[in-house]
């Protein structure tokens, strides 16, 4: 019999984990598969690590790995898929706005041969400004890449075990889970589903992790903005180079250019506007230069991605530098 191991991170959800035990334990029984669950705590401040570990003592495959502090959501994820040892993996948050209950439609669709099958998002409860976010992400980062990333999706997926190991030898720190579960290829599809309200507990992925998370999914995959800073140089001496031109035949024919209305006026206006336009650019440019300096320096060190505290089930291991 194939086994089905589900990765779960878990940060501050004492409040919805019970009803997450029952819904997702209703559901896998279901399947007619061996399964079980590694639920990572990424480093929670309230009651979720002695909530999980009264869980496994009542049932076995429920298991759990706490990491030493909150080092984010996608190395949770990533040190969860590393543990995973099953046939087929499932990708699920904690607070059951991905249900439980669509993951049979996800398994039947690995049984017909995919080897990733993910979720797509067809309606949202958040807010319009948030809603309005991730549409726009989307379609921003998928003509930026070289491969396709389906639009509207999350980690909420099931994957092949060849897919899993893929993912597993990639030792990129900041990571993009689904980015990369798009470039590692396989046969892909995906399913609608209409993702509910957070059960209980707070929201906790914040604007400034967004942004981060989008960030990441960029400048992890493309060379575009590299490309864009050098375009935009180059447009910016073109245009710098024609007021030039422009001011030299000014000065030199200043009545006929006074008959349109264009004569030479003293000031400081266009050295200002020409200066701040040029620092604006610069600016611009070096930021995108230090999003992907910042990103070599943090591969460079070689740390590891991510340090267990605790673990109950399973035995938490850190991959090779």
Known sequence: MAKITTIIPCYNEATVLPLLFDRFTAAADRWQM??????????SSD??????????????RWQALALARNFGHQTAVSAGLYHADGDVAVVIDADLQDPPEELGRFIDKWREGYDVVYAIRKQRKEGPLKRFCYW???????????????????????????????????????RFVRGLRAWAG??????EYERQARAAG?????????????????????????????????????????GILFTMIQRLFPRWFAGIGLEPVPGYATIVIAVLFMGGVQLTCLGI??????????????????????????????PPP
């Open 186 to 191: 396989f046969k892909q599809t995906g399913l």
């Open 289 to 318: 230069l230090g999003e992907y300096l910042g990103r070599i320096f943090d591969e460079v060190k070689r740390r590891p991605q991510w340090v267990f505290r605790d673990s109950v089930g399973v035995r938490g291991r850190v």
């Open 47 to 60: 009651s979720t690590w002695e909530v999980l570990c009264r869980q496994n003592s009542l049932d076995s």
């Open 34 to 43: 061996d399964w079980n669950v590694i639920c990572v705590d990424d480093g």
């Open 136 to 174: 726009s992400f989307y379609r921003l980062a998928a003509p930026l890449v070289s491969f396709p990333i389906p639009l509207d999706t999350g980690d909420f997926c099931v994957m092949d075990r060849k897919v899993v190991d893929v993912l597993k030898s990639m030792p990129e720190r900041n």
């Open 202 to 242: 707070e929201v906790k992925y914040t604007f400034r992790k967004l942004l981060k998370l989008a960030l990441d999914g960029i400048f992890s995959f493309s060379l575009v903005p590299l490309k864009l800073a050098t375009w935009l140089g180059f447009v910016v001496s073109l245009l710098a180079s024609g």
